[in-house]
Structure formats: structure tokens, C-alpha cells
């Protein structure tokens, strides 16, 4: 079946770069996202990539795709403390199909 | 552009009552809303699909006499729990589905964190 997984933690200094990764398992999908839930908020949406795409840059932001691997990670340069944050994983066949989320990488920020 | 409202963000009510939440696309019309339930320090799971003007679709093992969805008009969806108990308890977010996009993507609602006593 479908299945988003993340790693539940990660801490970084304050101006290194952040590196997330995740792993999915439906070869179907279609759109990847990486959504960030700050305490008690909503979601997000940071950035997307379509499975035909190999990378997107936004900013700080970079998303590597690995479709062979069904493997996609975001990067976040020169981390900030207000990047503390909660970062999920999704993906989607279409918009109109359900998300299905990663549990979450919980991004910590030491000085 | 793409703004989603729910209301209310926070509800504490009493075991055996209802509670209704409202999720609204501000700036745009959405044909199809959805329900996610997220319980603490986990991620979201999907909970129903809305579509205006049909019944919703739920996922499996989510109970549709439980929880009541109507999306009535191309703006709103409702979300009523009812006979709402403590394990009721969570963080509700819909997202919203642009009837018109350039993009296909979902827009979330900031979420609505009810707590049953």
C-alpha cells in the first residue's frame, strides 16, 4: 500500500544546512510535497515537484528527487531559528486523490 | 491568494455534545474539501473527502454517523462531531481543492484544535 516515511528528528547549528529526507513507496505518484507545521498551526505548503521533475530550487529551499529510489529530500540552506518546525512529506497521484503524509521530521535549531 | 479559514481554531466542550467546524475557502470556490484528523506528535490522516453537492466519502474505519460533513456551496465545508467523547479530542485541518487551478495543489486551513471534557 501507499506509505510516506520520515526520520522523527533532526537538529542542525544555526546556519548550517538542513537536510531532509524522506522515502515513498507508491511509483505512482505524481506530486511530492514538503509541507512545515509551526506549534499549534496549520500546514504550510512550502514547495512541491512533479515526479518528472529531478530538482526544484525556491529560495533556500532545494528538492531532490530520486524517482528510481522513490526517494525526495529537501534542503535548507543557512537554517534559521524560526525554521524550528515540523516538516512532513507527501505525496499524491492527483490533486483532486487524497495526501498521504510522512509522520513528520521534527527540525531543531541550536545556536 | 488561496486562503483557507476554519472556525472555530479551539473548542473545549462537554462529553455527549456536538460540535460543528467550519471550513471556508476565502478567495477562491472549491469543488472538493478535505477532512484530515491529526493526533498529537503524529501526522495527518485523512478522514473524508467533500464534494459540494454530493455526499462526502469516507475513509475506512472513519464512522460517517460520527462525524457529519456537508459541503453545501462552493466555499464552505462543515465538519459536525457528534455525541463528541474525549478520545475525540484532536486537531482537525481541511484543505481545500481550487475549483480553477494552475496548480494542483491543496490549500490548508490553520486547523482547529477541539477538546472534549
Known amino acids: 500500500g501507499e506509505d510516506v516515511e520520515q526520520s522523527l528528528f533532526l537538529s542542525v547549528r544555526e546556519g548550517d544546512s538542513s537536510v531532509i529526507n524522506c522515502t515513498y513507496t507508491d511509483s505512482s505518484s505524481t506530486y511530492l510535497y514538503w509541507y512545515k507545521q509551526e506549534p499549534g498551526a496549520g500546514l504550510q505548503l512550502l514547495t512541491y515537484?512533479?515526479?518528472?521533475?529531478d530538482m526544484k530550487q525556491d529560495q533556500r529551499l532545494t528538492v531532490l528527487l530520486n524517482k528510481k529510489d522513490k526517494h525526495l529530500s529537501l534542503r535548507i540552506a543557512d537554517t534559521q531559528t524560526g525554521d524550528s518546525a515540523i516538516y512532513f512529506c507527501a505525496e499524491t497521484y492527483s490533486s483532486a486523490s487524497k495526501i498521504i503524509f510522512g509522520s513528520g521530521t521534527r527540525l531543531s535549531i541550536r545556536p | 491568494g488561496a486562503v483557507v479559514s476554519q472556525h472555530p481554531s479551539r473548542v473545549i466542550c462537554k462529553s455527549g455534545t456536538s460540535v460543528k467546524i467550519e471550513c471556508r475557502s476565502l478567495d477562491f470556490q472549491a469543488t472538493t474539501m478535505f477532512w484530515y484528523r491529526q493526533f498529537p506528535k503524529q501526522s495527518l490522516m485523512l478522514m473524508a473527502t467533500s464534494n459540494e453537492g454530493s455526499k462526502a466519502t469516507y475513509e475506512q474505519g472513519v464512522e460517517k454517523d460520527k462525524f457529519l460533513i456537508n459541503h453545501a456551496s462552493l466555499t464552505l465545508s462543515t465538519l459536525t462531531v457528534t455525541s463528541a467523547h474525549p478520545e475525540d479530542s484532536s486537531f482537525y485541518i481541511c484543505?481545500?481543492?481550487?475549483?480553477?487551478?494552475?496548480?494542483?495543489?491543496?490549500?490548508f486551513g490553520p486547523g482547529t484544535r477541539l477538546t472534549v471534557l
Open positions: 484543505s481545500a481543492l481550487p475549483r480553477v487551478a494552475d496548480t494542483d495543489t491543496q490549500y
Open positions: 515537484i512533479f515526479s518528472n521533475m
